[in-house]
C-alpha cells in the first residue's frame, strides 16, 4: 500500500530564510507527487505537481525516485507562505490519493 | 463559476443518530472524492468516484458509512449511528476526472458528535 510521511508537524523560519518541507512515500510503481497547501480559512488547494515541473509562488519541488523523496523547497520566505502544507500521492488511472499528515509552516518577521 | 460547495458547513449531532453530508461538485468534473480530517491530523480517503460509480471505496472506515452519486453531480455521505470518533471535517473533492488531475476542495463540512 502506497503511504505518504511529512515528518515535520510544524517549521518555524523566519522571513527571507530558505525553507524545507520534507515528504517522504512508499509506493512499488511510479506515483504522480503534490504539494497541496491550505491558508488560514482558505480552502485546501493545489500548489503543485511534479510532471509540470512549475514553480509557484517560488516554491519548487524534486520527484527523487532514489530516495522516494518530493520536498517542497523555497530559497525566501515569506510571511504570506504561512500556512499547512500537504504532499500527495496518486496511482494513475487509480483515482485514489493519499495524502500526508501534514506541516505547519509560520515564517517569522 | 462555481467551487464546490458542501453542505451543512457545521452538524452537531447527538451519538447514535444519522448524518447525510452532501457535496456539489464542479460543473463537469467526473470525479469526487471524499475525505475525512481528525483534528491534528492529514486527510484520509474515504472514497472516490467516477461518474456515479464507485471503483474505490477502501477507504470507507466501517458498514455504517455510505456515499451516492446520482447525475454525474451531486454526491452525499451518509454516517449511520454517529458515533463520538466520527468527530471530524468531512471535506469533498472533485476533478475533472480521475486519471491525475487536480483536485478541487470544498470548504469541509465540520461534524461533531455529543
Known amino acids: 500500500a502506497q503511504r505518504v510521511t511529512q515528518p515535520e508537524k510544524l517549521l518555524s523560519v523566519f522571513k527571507g530564510a530558505p525553507v524545507e518541507l520534507k515528504c517522504n512515500y512508499s509506493y512499488s510503481g511510479s506515483p504522480e507527487l503534490f504539494w497541496y497547501v491550505q491558508y488560514s480559512r482558505q480552502r485546501l488547494q493545489l500548489l503543485l505537481r511534479?510532471?509540470s515541473r512549475e514553480s509557484i509562488k517560488g516554491f519548487t519541488a524534486d520527484l527523487n525516485k532514489g530516495e522516494t523523496s518530493f520536498h517542497l523547497k523555497k530559497p525566501f520566505a515569506q510571511e504570506e507562505d504561512s500556512a499547512m502544507y500537504y504532499c500527495a500521492l496518486s496511482i494513475t488511472n487509480a483515482g485514489k490519493s493519499t495524502f500526508g499528515d501534514g506541516t505547519t509552516l509560520t515564517v517569522k518577521p | 463559476g462555481a467551487g464546490v460547495s458542501q453542505s451543512p458547513s457545521n452538524k452537531v449531532t447527538e451519538k447514535g443518530k444519522d448524518v447525510e453530508l452532501r457535496c456539489d461538485p464542479i460543473s463537469g468534473h467526473t470525479a469526487l472524492y471524499w475525505y475525512r480530517q481528525r483534528l491534528g491530523q492529514g486527510l484520509e480517503f474515504l472514497i472516490y468516484?467516477?461518474?456515479?460509480?464507485?471503483?474505490?471505496k477502501s477507504g470507507l472506515p466501517s458498514d455504517r458509512f455510505s456515499a451516492e452519486r446520482t447525475g454525474e453531480s451531486v454526491s452525499t455521505l451518509t454516517i449511520q449511528r454517529t458515533q463520538q470518533e466520527d468527530s471530524a471535517v468531512y471535506l469533498c473533492?472533485?476533478?475533472?476526472?480521475?486519471?491525475?488531475?487536480?483536485?478541487?476542495f470544498g470548504p469541509g463540512t465540520r461534524l461533531t458528535v455529543l
Open positions: 473533492a472533485s476533478s475533472l476526472s480521475g486519471i491525475i488531475n487536480e483536485q478541487f
Open positions: 468516484f467516477q461518474g456515479n460509480s464507485a471503483p474505490d
Open positions: 511534479h510532471i
